[in-house]
C-alpha cells in the first residue's frame, strides 16, 4: 500500500526563521512521482515542485528547496528566510504504479504559520 | 491563462436537490479528476478520467457521477445530495501521463449540503 505521512500537523515560525517540513512516504513501486502542493488561506491548491524517483538531486528555487532521499524514503521541503506570505497548508503527494498511476496519495498537510 | 476553473465557488443547497458542479480546463490535459477535501481525511479522489468518454471511480464514488464527453469539461453530479457530502471540492488537470504528471488544481468549490 502507498502512504504519505507528515507528522507536522502545525509549525508556527517568526519571519526570516528557516523552517523544514518533513514528508516520508512508503511504497513498494521502483517507479514512482513525489509532489508538494501548497493551500493558502484562501484555500486553492498549488503546485510547487514534481520529482520522480529516479531523480535524487535536490532541487533549490529560490527560498525553497527540497532534498529527497530515497535510502529514508524522505521528500524534505524547506523555506529559508521565511516570510509571512509562506503562511499556508502544505501537502506532500504520492503518485506510482500501486496506484494505477490514476490518483495522488495526498499526507495529511503541515500548516505552517510564519509570524511578523 | 492557463487555468482550471470551478463552478460555483460556493454553493449551499438542500438535501436532495440535484446538482452540478462544473470543471473545464484550457490546456488541453487528457487527464482530470475530482477530490473532496475534509477535515482529519485529507484530499480523497472521487473519480478520473483518462479521456474522454473514459472515466473511473476513485476511492470515494458513492454518491456522484461524472461525465466526459469534451476533452475540456468534467463536470461532477450530485444527484441526490446528503449531508456527508458537505465538502471542499477540487477539480485538477493533468496531461496524459495520469497523475504522474502534474496536476493542476481548480480554485475549489465549497459545497454545503443541509
Known amino acids: 500500500a502507498q502512504k504519505v505521512t507528515q507528522a507536522q500537523t502545525e509549525i508556527s515560525v517568526v519571519e526570516k526563521e528557516d523552517v523544514t517540513l518533513d514528508c516520508v512516504y512508503e511504497?513498494?513501486?521502483?517507479?514512482?512521482?513525489l509532489f508538494w502542493y501548497k493551500q493558502p488561506p484562501s484555500g486553492e491548491l498549488v503546485f510547487l515542485i514534481r520529482r520522480n524517483s529516479f531523480d535524487e538531486q535536490n532541487e533549490i528555487s529560490g527560498r525553497y528547496s527540497w532534498n529527497f532521499q530515497k535510502s529514508t524514503s524522505s521528500f524534505n521541503f524547506t523555506i529559508t528566510a521565511s516570510q509571512v506570505v509562506d503562511s499556508a497548508v502544505y501537502f506532500c503527494?504520492?503518485?506510482?504504479?500501486?496506484?494505477?498511476?490514476?490518483?495522488?496519495?495526498f499526507g495529511a498537510g503541515t500548516r505552517l504559520a510564519v509570524h511578523p | 491563462e492557463a487555468q482550471v476553473t470551478q463552478n460555483p465557488r460556493y454553493l449551499i443547497t438542500v438535501t436532495g436537490k440535484k446538482l452540478t458542479v462544473t470543471c473545464s480546463q484550457n490546456m488541453n490535459h487528457e487527464y482530470m479528476s475530482w477530490y473532496r477535501q475534509d477535515p482529519g481525511l485529507g484530499l480523497r479522489q472521487i473519480y478520473y478520467s483518462m479521456n474522454v468518454e473514459v472515466t473511473d471511480k476513485g476511492d470515494v464514488p458513492e454518491g456522484y457521477k461524472v461525465s466526459r464527453k469534451e476533452k475540456r469539461n468534467f463536470p461532477l453530479i450530485l444527484e441526490s445530495p446528503s449531508p456527508n457530502q458537505t465538502s471542499l471540492y477540487f477539480c485538477?488537470?493533468?496531461?496524459?501521463?495520469?497523475?504522474?504528471?502534474?496536476?493542476?488544481f481548480g480554485p475549489g468549490t465549497r459545497l454545503t449540503v443541509l
Open positions: 503527494a504520492l503518485s506510482g504504479v500501486s496506484g494505477g498511476y490514476n490518483k495522488l496519495i
Open positions: 511504497t513498494r513501486d521502483t517507479t514512482y512521482y
Open positions: 485538477a488537470s493533468g496531461k496524459g501521463g495520469g497523475s504522474t504528471d502534474t496536476q493542476y
